[in-house]
């Protein structure tokens, strides 16, 4: 059976909109609302239709995943093109104050938290979701990974710093104890109210209400602190996978639930750094390793796992399958990376 990713389409709504509604709120690229699907999706199909030609955009990509026999929609993931265009990018970066008392003879060292803007002009991957009934197979690598085959074949469309935000702790009723304990202080909103607002509305709330003091760690409470940087249970495989493409974690935290954000060279990424291009092959590989192959420019891109062979001369053969998947012909120009 062949799964391929896709760029996502208006007729997409009712498929995201039902993983939205799996997702158990705190996931803010992907809220439960038509409304806001629509948008995204509306904006997904203005990027892919925009001509490669030209500088860095507010794109946002959105890519589907499917099933190539039956047509079902099993998953799905985003990809900024740049963020903090248009509206400010905030994040939480952790940092040390040293203080010392000659008099004492005492030196403390207070970490803090500081509102910052450092990350705009980043590119991010986000949004990405799996069906809990195709969560198997390595199906979310292959949506992981697709990302960046597609940031490989449109390089000149990205940043040269990606990142990715992970979900911080949240509680089976929807309370984050990082927001209860800092900056839901500050705005007299439940967590998934604020969540939701932002989701729907966008940020400019958090640059109107916030205060732009540091804040001192150990001046708040216990859950607080304790919930800073520290991935919410469902994301640690997606932590994993993004150490395994070279994702770090820079001492900055998500503002509502305190989540880590990872950040690569966009260049230094394992998957991209390691694209290749190649010809397809008159012959179809009837061996060989499996590997990540993708396809076609913008609307037309296609990403599937394939059996592989690499021949002379750039050419790449790849089992009959996944040729047909990916709607490839002997002669077609195509990426692959190893998987």
């Not at 500050?186 to 732009?212: C, T, V, Y």
């Not at 708040?220 to 304790?226: H, K, L, N, Q, T």
């Not at 800073?228 to 509502?256: K, Q, W």
């Not at 076609?296 to 062979?309: H, I, K, T």
Request: hydrophobic share 40%.
């Amino acid at each position: 059976m062949t799964h391929i990713i896709r760029p996502s389409r208006p007729d997409d709504l009712e498929a995201l909109y039902e993983m939205a509604k799996l997702t158990g709120g705190g996931f803010t690229n992907l809220p439960p609302d038509r409304a806001a699907l629509t948008a995204k999706l509306n904006a997904s199909a203005r990027a892919f239709s925009r001509p490669m030609e030209g500088e860095i955009g507010n794109d946002l990509f959105v890519l589907m995943l499917e099933d190539a026999e039956t047509g079902r929609i099993l998953g799905t993931c985003q990809i900024f093109s740049r963020i903090g265009g248009d509206l400010p990018f905030y994040s939480y970066r952790l940092t040390t104050l040293t203080t010392h008392s000659r008099e004492l003879d005492r030196t403390f060292r207070n970490q803090m938290l500081n509102l910052v803007t450092d990350l705009e002009g980043s590119s991010e991957v986000g949004g990405l979701f799996l069906h809990p009934g195709a969560r198997a197979g390595g199906l979310g690598m292959l949506l992981a990974r697709s990302r960046y085959l597609f940031i490989a074949m449109h390089r000149a469309r990205f940043g040269d710093r990606l990142l990715a935000e992970l979900r911080g702790v949240v509680d089976a009723q929807g309370n984050a104890p990082f927001w209860d304990g800092v900056a839901g202080r500050f705005f007299g909103m439940s967590f998934r109210d604020a969540d939701e607002f932002n989701a729907l509305h966008g940020n400019q709330f958090i640059a109107d209400l916030m205060p732009k003091n540091p804040i001192y760690v150990d001046m708040i409470s216990d859950e607080a602190r304790e919930a800073i940087a520290v991935t919410h249970e469902s994301g640690r495989p997606a932590r994993r996978m993004l150490e395994a493409e070279g994702f770090r974690f820079e001492n900055y935290v998500d503002i509502f639930d305190a989540g880590p954000t990872m950040i690569a060279r966009t260049d230094q990424v394992k998957t991209i750094a390691e694209t290749r291009p190649a010809t397809l092959a008159a012959n179809p590989a009837a061996k060989g390793q499996r590997a990540l192959v993708a396809a076609g420019e913008l609307q037309d891109f296609r990403c599937a796992v394939a059996r592989v062979e690499t021949l002379d001369d750039g050419m790449l053969a790849i089992d009959a399958e996944a040729a047909s998947a990916l709607k490839l012909n002997p002669g077609d120009r195509l990426c692959w990376a190893p998987r």
